[in-house]
């Protein structure tokens, strides 16, 4: 069992670039999820794709944030023009079933300078 | 909408007592319900779910959770903590009209004192 991998593990870029994480989860897994952490909160919801489509997206996501899982497999996070405000912990989970427990990679974790 | 509430920040045990760690939830339908634990510098992992029939489930570690419909709680028990279980504990619900997003509360973390 590989688990979810994430990568990178840390991410420190400048105010105004761009960022990409990428999450590959357990390999029969068909849901994939992104999620967000800051310190003293619990994970808040991005977005999730079942295979390749991607079914529900947070209000709270600006347009700057973008998700792709093109073949069903592995899965992208780009953040666009980062801000100080985007600097978190990133958190890829995936899992089996409609109802099933979610299975977390490590975290990315992005600081903005 | 769906939401989690656990009321306290830190809970502090003395090892060999049991432990209770809260949780309240809300949901429009019928909740799933999970607890997940997190280590220092590890991801989150599972430890139990509630999804139907018996109330009281029982997961990793000897940890068991009871579900209470009529006061929406799901809180985490341990009848004797060890100093290993010193952690940061999340609840999580979902609401069974909603296969997708799971919401988390801020977490518990717990410690268990020698």
């Known amino acids: 069992d590989t688990g979810v991998s994430q990568n990178p593990r840390h991410k420190i870029t400048k105010r105004g670039q761009n960022v990409t994480f990428r999450c590959d989860p357990i390999?029969?897994?068909?849901?994939l999820y992104w999620y967000r952490q800051t310190l003293g909160q619990g994970p808040e919801f991005l977005t999730y794709f079942q295979n390749e489509a991607q079914l529900e997206k947070s209000r709270l996501l600006s347009d700057r944030f973008s998700a792709e899982r093109p073949k069903g497999s592995f899965s992208t996070l780009e953040i666009q023009r980062t801000e100080q405000g985007d600097s978190a912990m990133y958190l890829c989970?995936?899992?089996?079933?409609?109802?099933?427990?979610?299975?977390f990679g490590e975290g990315s974790r992005l600081t903005v300078l | 909408a769906q939401s989690v509430a656990q009321p306290e920040d830190q809970v502090n045990v003395a090892e060999g007592n049991p432990l209770t760690v809260k949780c309240t939830y809300s949901v429009s339908g019928n909740p799933y319900l999970f607890w997940y634990v997190q280590y220092p510098n590890r991801g989150l992992q599972f430890l139990l779910k509630y999804i139907t029939g018996d109330n009281l489930v029982k997961g990793s570690y000897g940890f068991e959770a009871e579900f209470n419909k009529s006061q929406t709680s799901f809180h985490l028990k341990k009848p004797s903590a060890l100093v290993s279980d010193s952690a940061l504990y999340f609840c999580a619900v979902r609401d069974n009209t909603n296969a997708g997003k799971s919401t988390f509360g801020d977490g518990t973390t717990l410690t268990v004192k020698p």
């Open positions: 989970a995936s899992s089996s079933l409609a109802v099933g427990e979610l299975f």
């Open positions: 390999s029969e897994h068909n849901r």
